[in-house]
């Protein structure tokens, strides 16, 4: 081990987490189903899906890897030689606790852990980072983590420019239409974690509101989607159940902006792209979707800026 490699700062990017291919899409589904494998019913659902969107090719691992090593290159030119990323996955190969050993491994001592989602949840974020601090602590790593940078600066000005954008696609393909209304989106959590004053949902209209002023947007408002299937209720109203109260109310066009996440995958590609969509057709809506963050240059920015001011906040 060199000594530099001692004195680097370990970066574990987090996130959801997909398969890398059709084969692979069992073992992820039982993995976030706690051990249970889904019945073939549920696993066929699934698996039409995906080859809903991507056809047989698996492209959406890459927008995670790309935004990994987009992050190591802006974190390479603000602070040179001094961080080093990892991945770590929840429900997919290299999991969270395979990102801590790597760490471990290249004598990395002290580390900073970043999720792909700018809000935070216990449900969500909280348990990333409770399984990367379980680890890091088995591991005699130094661990501290960004909990959550959805009001960064450069963030919201990416989203802005986004939903910009995207209100300019959707008149030209309304052909100019007034009555338009801009859907802001989350993934949907069970309900009870209103009960414990989870912060997800004050953040997520925190981060929805700040962009509808600078996009000087005046009609929108905030539905959720892609919510589970358990027993337990969960936030809503989901934007299937949203877009046929706005065409009764004499909206002709809807721009979603799912700024909950931050790259094209299946939540974002088939639940809104391919569901949304059609059931906008079947009430006669123009519905237009902003582009995904992917590595944006300012989400980039924002991640590493987050990165380095954790660091800071702990030296202090």
Excluded at 19 to 30: F, I, L, N, R, W
Excluded at 67 to 79: I, M, P, R, T
């Amino acid at each position: 081990m060199s000594e530099h490699k001692a004195k680097q700062i370990g970066v574990l990017v987090m996130s959801y987490g997909t398969p890398e291919s059709m084969d692979d899409v069992e073992a992820y589904y039982t993995h976030i189903r706690r051990g249970n494998a889904p019945t073939p019913e549920l696993l066929a659902e699934l698996k039409g899906r995906y080859e809903a969107i991507v056809g047989g090719v698996f492209p959406l691992r890459e927008n995670t890897n790309g935004q990994v090593a987009g992050l190591q290159d802006k974190l390479e030119q603000l602070a040179p030689g001094q961080f080093v990323c990892y991945q770590g996955l929840k429900h997919a190969k290299p999991y969270i606790e395979d990102g801590v050993e790597q760490m471990a491994k290249a004598g990395i001592k002290q580390a900073v852990g970043i999720v792909l989602a700018p809000h935070f949840s216990t449900m969500s974020v909280g348990s990333y980072i409770k399984r990367a601090q379980d680890k890091a602590a088995e591991q005699g790593i130094e661990m501290t983590f960004v909990k959550q940078y959805h009001l960064h600066p450069k963030l919201l000005k990416a989203l802005t420019e986004r939903v910009e954008d995207g209100l300019r696609r959707l008149s030209d393909s309304s052909g100019g239409e007034e009555r338009v209304k801009v859907l802001f989106s989350a993934h949907s959590l069970p309900v009870k974690i209103r009960e414990v004053g989870d912060p997800y949902e004050q953040q997520l209209l925190e981060t929805s509101a700040a962009i509808a002023e600078a996009a000087n947007v005046k009609d929108w408002q905030f539905t959720w989607q892609s919510a589970g299937r358990t027993r337990d209720p969960w936030l809503g109203p989901d934007i299937l159940e949203t877009l046929p109260v706005l065409a009764e109310e004499g909206v002709k066009a809807v721009l979603v902006a799912p700024v909950g996440f931050v790259s094209d995958h299946l939540e974002v590609l088939y639940d809104l792209d391919i569901e949304a969509q059609a059931a906008s057709k079947e009430l006669d809506m123009t519905l237009e979707r902003i582009a995904m963050l992917n590595r944006d240059p300012l989400y980039m920015e924002t991640l590493a800026e987050s990165v380095i001011e954790a660091l800071d906040n702990r030296k202090e």
